[in-house]
């Protein structure tokens, strides 16, 4: 809902897989080594990749976020900028796009 405010592109959700953690603890700390208890804790992932976004516009948005975050869920934000590639590859790319060209034009 927020997004949709905001304007954000989340095309990118991905359910990572369940981790799951399982312990067996003792009833009784001393005599009766045959009574255990088991737990188990579920950790469930998800990844959203947001792109095209300004830097404020992702500001605001994950300050919204962690305010409405519920209780016991915990999040990590990483950040990934597109850089535009070295004039190096750019003109190998171009000569490569005009070779191709010609190559279709004399077939």
Do not use: C, W
């Not at 997004?3 to 359910?15: E, N, R, T």
């Not at 009574?35 to 404020?56: A, C, D, N, P, W």
């Not at 305010?67 to 190998?92: F, H």
């Amino acid at each position: 809902m927020a997004a949709q405010l905001l304007g954000i592109d989340m095309s990118g959700k991905v359910s990572l897989p369940t981790q799951i953690q399982k312990f067996t603890v003792l009833k009784s700390p001393f005599v009766y080594k045959k009574h255990r208890v088991q737990y188990e804790m579920r950790t469930h992932s998800r990844l959203l990749q947001i792109r095209k976004v300004t830097g404020t516009t992702a500001d605001i948005f994950l300050e919204y976020i962690q305010r409405n975050i519920p209780e016991g869920i915990s999040m990590s934000v990483y950040q990934q900028a597109a850089e535009k590639p070295p004039q190096v590859l750019a003109q190998l790319l171009k000569d490569a796009k005009k070779k191709a060209k010609e190559a279709k034009q004399k077939n």
